[in-house]
């Protein structure tokens, strides 16, 4: 292991924990970086690093999508289950929104 890489290591561990320290505040992203000196972009720029290098570990896997039949949309509602959480939507339902809880829920 070279000294770069030791670095690069070292800098991911401090962002794992700078992250989870924000999200176990409880407040909001923009407030707890004020808050504690960090840059908001610099912050989100970790975030988006650090899932990346979960999902390519395969520590996160990667959510498939099923085809909806766009027959079945005018008749019932969409469900969507993971282990004990279930969200339904009407069928009216405009799909940015679904598509932006769905990416909330990926966080």
Known sequence: MNVQSINNDIKTKQWMKTIKECRESGLPVKTWCKQ??????TYYKWLKKLRTMAVESGAVPVPTFVPVDQNNLKKENIIITKGDVRIEFSCHTDIKTITNIIGALLC
């Open 36 to 41: 504690n000196n960090v840059c908001e972009q």
